[in-house]
């Protein structure tokens, strides 16, 4: 009895570590997969309304996206839109840290801090 308990309550730990472990994943998925279709389907939306509904879609999601990491250009016939945003799991035992960098094109992805040149200071 005690020891079908114990796998019980292993299993369900399991599955909530899975869970909290794959859904920033997930969530990134969704979040790009929003932006292609919101490109492809434009129509006459400008930036304003483009940026206005990847923030929309983020806030829905609950992905940390700040504006100023949201990247969206129209110009002529193309349409582009990145972002960068960061997501931290903490289970206690465990923290994992992600840098997530969606885009409707891998071309435009939005470099890594860690990839990014900062330019000398002068004094």
Known sequence: MILRL?????????????????SPVVGNAMLEGKMKEMVKNRGMRGERELRRD?????????IPLHESNLFVRVENNKTTIAAAYERDVDLRIYQHHYEFFPATDPS???KPR????VAPTTR
């Open 54 to 62: 990847v923030m929309a879609f983020a806030a829905e999601k609950n």
């Open 114 to 117: 860690s990839m990014r040149r």
């Open 108 to 110: 435009v992805k939005i």
């Open 6 to 22: 114990l796998l019980v309550m292993l299993l369900l730990a399991g599955i909530h570590c899975g869970w909290k472990l794959t």
